[in-house]
């Protein structure tokens, strides 16, 4: 009991001293033993150690204030590595980062709607080690490889479910595959869930702890934060409100129930009625090939250069996204809505439809204090949740096991 406890608070110290370092560099052993309340004797020693694995490097002098100058600290950026894989069929970003959470390179890849499972899973391989090659990170340095994906996910096994979209994606160990492969740990998540941690730690202030935020994406999702922490279920699948029920009798949903958010404000089903408005004006011809995808960024365009086609598509799909927003602040009275996952629909008819939906469905003293915002993740940023994910478990502060 009592060496495993020692060893856990030495990991919980070891934690403490990057944790400041990463976050006030450049900075002085006086100013880590201030920020953590650790000894002299403790900061030394992790520092020391830190020092022989490569961790941190010393360079440059703090001003004087009547002393002798203190010499500064940093964080070897290229100590570890990161990969992290935004899986968002048939979009796929791929990004390797530093262990500050900074791209070093990345990857973007999309794939055929008919591509089958097996076909997908080799050229997701084929791409991470493409991605890795073209690096040129040293390999002994990645930490891990990360993993945002769609579809229904088993977190504690590392499994993905179901992806519907994908034919003959059905409980694949994405986990052992990726492992198998480049022999690092992996780590997936929810998609949306990441894209949330990445969206908070960049651009959303540091006081806000409460809040939901939608991804809209090839279907939609939500992640929720509470007391600054994800709310993640059981299995990792909290927030799957793409497939809560707006009309029973509406279109039939890629889940096989009808009337799901994702029949209305997803993008494939967005990319499904263009089709359909397309082949009814060409009397049943479809000059559209199946396998064409369009970004909620696409039909925004689209819009804006005159397409009443994807203006009408673009309506409908922020209407009954603003009745699921509606919905889920009535249920989890949350302040802040972030609203991502896609680009440039900040001061469009989108943005302002979905605006107006919310607050007509919404009950007045809600409408007071709840907030929208327009996520700014740019997309290149989209992988950087998933490595962030990986880096977060390499210096995870330990909890106190009675394990003996």
């Not at 997309?379 to 994910?389: D, F, K, N, T, V």
Request: glycine share 8%; hydrophobic share 35%; with cysteine.
């Amino acid at each position: 009991m009592k060496k495993n406890t020692t060893k856990v608070i030495k990991e919980a110290n070891k934690y403490l001293v990057f944790q400041c370092i990463l976050s006030y560099e450049p900075v002085t052993v006086e100013e880590i033993i201030t920020r953590t309340s650790l000894s002299r004797p403790t900061v030394l020693e992790v520092i020391r150690n830190f020092q022989q694995e490569g961790l941190i490097v010393k360079g440059g002098y703090s001003q004087p204030t009547g002393g002798r100058p203190a010499e500064l600290i940093h964080i070897n950026k290229e100590a570890k590595y990161a990969v992290g894989i935004d899986f968002e069929f048939p979009n796929v970003r791929l990004a390797v980062a530093n262990v500050k959470n900074e791209a070093v390179h990345g990857r973007n890849v999309s794939f055929e709607l008919s591509d089958p499972a097996d076909l997908v899973l080799q050229c997701l391989l084929e791409e991470v080690e493409c991605l890795i090659a073209e690096s040129g990170v040293d390999r002994t340095k990645i930490a891990g490889i990360g993993m945002g994906i769609s579809g229904t996910i088993n977190r504690t096994q590392g499994k993905s479910l179901h992806i519907k979209r994908i034919k003959g994606w059905d409980h694949i160990d994405i986990r052992q595959v990726l492992e198998e492969k480049f022999g690092v740990p992996v780590y997936i998540k929810n998609d949306v869930d990441l894209l949330a941690l990445i969206e908070k730690q960049k651009y959303l202030p540091p006081d806000t702890e409460d809040f939901a935020y939608i991804g809209i994406r090839s279907g939609i999702g939500s992640a929720i934060f509470y007391h600054n922490k994800p709310l993640s279920g059981i299995e990792g699948n909290a927030g799957y409100i793409g497939h809560t029920i707006l009309n029973p009798e509406g279109p039939e949903c890629a889940c096989g129930n009808r009337g799901c958010l994702d029949a209305y404000s997803g993008e494939i089903a967005m990319n499904r009625r263009y089709r359909q408005l397309k082949a009814a004006k060409a009397q049943g011809t479809e000059p559209d090939a199946e396998n064409s995808y369009d970004t909620v960024s696409d039909f925004i365009r689209k819009a804006q250069e005159g397409d009443e086609d994807c203006a009408s598509i673009l309506r409908q799909a922020a209407y009954y996204l603003g009745i699921g927003i509606s919905n889920l602040v009535k249920t989890i009275e949350v302040e802040t809505i972030v609203i991502g996952g896609c680009q440039n629909i900040k001061g469009t008819v989108f943005e302002e439809v979905v605006k107006t939906t919310i607050e007509q469905y919404l009950n007045d003293d809600m409408e007071l204090y709840v907030k929208l915002h327009i996520g700014q993740l740019k997309e290149e940023e989209y992988p950087l949740g998933a490595s962030s994910y990986v880096l977060e478990h390499f210096f995870e502060k330990p909890s106190l096991s009675l394990t003996v």
